[in-house]
C-alpha cells in the first residue's frame, strides 16, 4: 500500500466520524466512477448490482471475484479519492476464502468494503469479519469494514423485532470487529434513531423513496447515506427507454434530451495516465 493509498484509508475513515455525514452515490465502472467523482463525491463506493450487470452476471454472490478484482483495479486507476467496494457475502462462505477476495480488491486499491450478512447466520459474518480483518492487517491496512445487516431487506423477523434484532446483530458485529453498520430499508425515523443511538457504529441507510431528506437523516443520528443500485438502475431504465423507442417509433429524443455533452465527458479521462 502506497503511502498516499494510506492516506486514502485514513480519510476515509475519518469520513464517518462523529458529526460526519458522508454521502456516496454508488458507481459500477471506470467510467461511472469518474463521472459521480467530477460531480463532487468525497469518496466512490461501488453498487454490487450495478458492478455485476455491467460484467454480465447477476447479483448475488454470483460474480467471479477475479472479474471483480479487475473492475476495481479499472475504477482506482481514474479515481483520487477513496474507494469502497461491495463484495456482498465475500463469494464464499468460507471465511477464509472470503479474506482472500477482499485481500485481492485492497491489492486493487480498495480501503473499504462492505460485507453482508444476506439471509446467513450472523455468526458467519462474524468469522467473515474476523478473517477480513486478519487479512487486512498482515497488509498493514486499516480497513473499513462496513457490515451489512439484511434485517429490513429480507424481512427476517417480523416488523415489530426488526430494530431490536438489527441491533443486536450491530453490537454482534462490532465485537467481531466492524466499523460500521448498514441496513438498508430502514425508513422509519424512530426506527432510525434507535439503531444510530445503540448500535455503537456509524449508521449507513439506503436510498428510497420513503427515505426522510439528508437533514433529517444527520439529525437522526445517520452517518452515511447511500444510493445503492439505483442511479445504475436510472442509467439502464433510461438505455432501455431510449433503445426501445429507437426500434418502436423511431424517435430519438429519448437518447438526445438529457444527453451528457460528448466534449465534456471524453475531458473526465483525457489527463488520466496509461495503464
Known sequence: MTDSASDRAKHFRQMHGQGQFLVLANAWDAGSARLIESCGAKAIATTSAGLAWSRGYPDGDVLPPRVLSIAVSEIERVISVPLSVDI??????????????????????????????????????????????????????????????????????????????????????????????????????????????????????????????????????????????????AVYGLAKTAATELFTSGSYAPMLDRSMDYTQMNALFSNIPAS
Open 88 to 233: 456482498e457475502g465475500g463469494y464464499s462462505s468460507d471465511p477464509e476464502k472470503a479474506a482472500e477476495s477482499v485481500s485481492a480488491v485492497i491489492d486493487a486499491g480498495a480501503v473499504g468494503i462492505n460485507l453482508e450478512d444476506g439471509a446467513g447466520s450472523p455468526d458467519l459474518l462474524c468469522k467473515k469479519i474476523a478473517a477480513v480483518k486478519r487479512a487486512a492487517a498482515r497488509k498493514g491496512v486499516d480497513l473499513f469494514v462496513n457490515a451489512r445487516t439484511d434485517v429490513y431487506l429480507r424481512g427476517l423477523v417480523p416488523k415489530e423485532q426488526a430494530t431490536e434484532t438489527t441491533i443486536a446483530r450491530a453490537q454482534q458485529y462490532r465485537e467481531a470487529g466492524c466499523d460500521g453498520i448498514f441496513v438498508p430499508l430502514v425508513a422509519e425515523p424512530g426506527a432510525i434513531r434507535e439503531i444510530a443511538s445503540a448500535a455503537g457504529l456509524p449508521l449507513n441507510v439506503l436510498v428510497m423513496a420513503t427515505l426522510p431528506s439528508p437533514d433529517e437523516l444527520r439529525k437522526l443520528g445517520v452517518r452515511r447515506l447511500s444510493a445503492g443500485s439505483a442511479i445504475a438502475q
